[in-house]
């Protein structure tokens, strides 16, 4: 019986164990796609978490086909999605080899990659015959487990990637890759809903906080406890002990109802809308933009959404100073421009810097397909994010003072 290739090393002790959190974050392009489409997963046993998240996330219309891990029965398999009744039966089909499957719009490998770089592109090679047109193959590897692996990924990554995330809460941590070896639509982004991302840790139903959030209060309580063993008797250890709190309220990210109207454009942060200007900018086009500035304050939700449905095509960082984002100086600060191409033309991104405000951080890399309303990234205490459209097929809806909220707030409308 042919099996998925191996991808051990010799002397592995096995591949990395995938919980929950990392299995949903695995699947997590196959649970984006409202469209039906058929999907592979390959390498899993009947208790795999991975085989669970992507039978949850399959939709009416879905098909999932099912090829066992290494030494692993299909029948115990078959068996294993019999159980869970006829709804999920008639949606997965379990092979016996990897050579029975069918090309699908999403790929995935069901357990962690530990093996050597050889080993790991063999695999890909593999897998990557089964990916339909503009499909996605997602991967994962144990973080520090094996160097071969990990650095073959990389590589992959660097030159087909179109999106990473890092599961810390996984024993050990692992990071997921997805890999896109044929150029997608961009029309293709209107059919997607937002991604899961790990880097949103969930606090309660409706509130989550960002991964930068967690590890700036981690630091901050660090020091408190570091303070606390070097001067005993002081009470300097509450200074960045109660800092934590105020901290990790700063990378709050709540979760928000993104608008169904496809002419929808959404704001990209939450803030006071600072100007609505037509303008030209030969970086984008030869074409004139509508440009919706959205000043942050320090109080406001710092994370940043897609305000439409599009494909990364290009990524670059402006230098400049780092004045108060309200004031017309800004124009030159420090801006980290994601250029998204739709089907209503180019649209832009602009994440800028202010006067505390020293970090962009984005996580959209070219190519990578973004849903209106998809968390990107993000900029650190008090900034600016502006949005370009094209005028000729957008009417804005807000104007100077108009308070909005990230991904929910409709700012302008598709003509």
């Given at each position: 019986?042919?099996?998925?290739?191996?991808?051990?090393?010799?002397?592995?002790?096995?591949?990395?164990?995938?919980?929950?959190?990392?299995?949903?974050?695995?699947?997590?392009?196959?649970?984006?796609?409202?469209?039906?489409?058929?999907?592979?997963?390959?390498?899993?046993?009947?208790?795999?978490?991975?085989?669970?998240?992507?039978?949850?996330?399959?939709?009416?219309?879905?098909?999932?086909?099912?090829?066992?891990?290494?030494?692993?029965?299909?029948?115990?398999?078959?068996?294993?999605?019999?159980?869970?009744?006829?709804?999920?039966?008639?949606?997965?089909?379990?092979?016996?080899?990897?050579?029975?499957?069918?090309?699908?719009?999403?790929?995935?490998?069901?357990?962690?990659?530990?093996?050597?770089?050889?080993?790991?592109?063999?695999?890909?090679?593999?897998?990557?015959?089964?990916?339909?047109?503009?499909?996605?193959?997602?991967?994962?590897?144990?973080?520090?487990?094996?160097?071969?692996a990990a650095a073959e990924l990389d590589r992959q990554g660097a030159l087909y990637?179109?999106?990473?995330?890092?599961?810390?809460?996984?024993?050990?941590?692992?990071?997921?890759?997805?890999?896109?070896?044929?150029?997608?639509?961009?029309?293709?982004?209107?059919?997607?809903?937002?991604?899961?991302?790990?880097?949103?840790?969930?606090?309660?139903?409706?509130?989550?906080?960002?991964?930068?959030?967690?590890?700036?209060?981690?630091?901050?309580?660090?020091?408190?406890?570091?303070?606390?063993?070097?001067?005993?008797?002081?009470?300097?250890?509450?200074?960045?002990?109660?800092?934590?709190?105020?901290?990790?309220?700063?990378?709050?990210?709540?979760?928000?109802?993104?608008?169904?109207?496809?002419?929808?454009?959404?704001?990209?942060?939450?803030?006071?809308?600072?100007?609505?200007?037509?303008?030209?900018?030969?970086?984008?086009?030869?074409?004139?933009?509508?440009?919706?500035?959205?000043?942050?304050?320090?109080?406001?939700?710092?994370?940043?959404?897609?305000?439409?449905?599009?494909?990364?095509?290009?990524?670059?960082?402006?230098?400049?100073?780092?004045?108060?984002?309200?004031?017309?100086?800004?124009?030159?600060?420090?801006?980290?421009?994601?250029?998204?191409?739709?089907?209503?033309?180019?649209?832009?991104?602009?994440?800028?810097?202010?006067?505390?405000?020293?970090?962009?951080?984005?996580?959209?890399?070219?190519?990578?397909?973004?849903?209106?309303?998809?968390?990107?990234?993000?900029?650190?205490?008090?900034?600016?994010?502006?949005?370009?459209?094209?005028?000729?097929?957008?009417?804005?809806?807000?104007?100077?003072?108009?308070?909005?909220?990230?991904?929910?707030?409709?700012?302008?409308?598709?003509?």
């Amino acid at each position: 019986m042919t099996q998925f290739p191996a991808v051990r090393a010799s002397g592995q002790s096995g591949p990395a164990r995938l919980g929950e959190r990392a299995a949903r974050t695995l699947v997590s392009e196959l649970a984006r796609i409202n469209d039906p489409k058929a999907a592979l997963l390959v390498g899993v046993a009947p208790e795999s978490a991975v085989l669970a998240a992507a039978i949850d996330a399959l939709l009416p219309g879905d098909t999932l086909t099912v090829v066992p891990a290494e030494r692993v029965s299909a029948t115990a398999l078959r068996e294993q999605v019999t159980a869970q009744g006829r709804w999920v039966a008639d949606r997965v089909r379990v092979v016996d080899s990897l050579a029975e499957a069918e090309p699908a719009a999403v790929v995935v490998a069901g357990e962690a990659f530990v093996g050597t770089a050889e080993e790991t592109r063999g695999a890909i090679e593999a897998l990557s015959k089964y990916l339909a047109d503009g499909a996605v193959l997602c991967l994962a590897t144990a973080v520090g487990r094996t160097a071969g692996a990990a650095a073959e990924l990389d590589r992959q990554g660097a030159l087909y990637g179109v999106g990473a995330d890092l599961v810390l809460r996984n024993s050990p941590p692992v990071r997921v890759y997805r890999l896109r070896f044929t150029p997608a639509d961009a029309a293709a982004a209107e059919r997607l809903a937002p991604a899961y991302r790990p880097s949103s840790v969930p606090l309660t139903r409706g509130m989550n906080i960002d991964s930068n959030g967690v590890a700036a209060a981690g630091i901050a309580l660090g020091l408190a406890a570091l303070t606390r063993l070097a001067r005993p008797k002081s009470k300097l250890w509450l200074l960045p002990a109660l800092a934590a709190a105020p901290v990790a309220a700063f990378f709050r990210d709540p979760e928000r109802d993104v608008p169904e109207d496809p002419s929808a454009v959404v704001a990209a942060a939450d803030g006071q809308v600072l100007s609505v200007q037509r303008l030209h900018d030969e970086r984008f086009g030869d074409g004139e933009f509508l440009r919706i500035a959205v000043f942050l304050s320090v109080l406001d939700v710092h994370v940043n959404r897609s305000p439409v449905a599009g494909k990364v095509v290009d990524y670059f960082v402006a230098d400049g100073g780092f004045v108060n984002a309200m004031k017309p100086d800004a124009e030159h600060n420090v801006a980290a421009y994601t250029v998204l191409d739709t089907t209503h033309g180019t649209v832009v991104v602009a994440q800028r810097t202010g006067l505390i405000a020293r970090r962009i951080v984005q996580r959209a890399p070219i190519g990578a397909l973004l849903a209106r309303g998809e968390r990107f990234g993000l900029i650190r205490f008090g900034s600016r994010t502006d949005v370009y459209l094209p005028v000729e097929a957008a009417e804005p809806l807000v104007g100077p003072g108009d308070k909005v909220v990230g991904g929910s707030t409709v700012i302008a409308r598709w003509r």
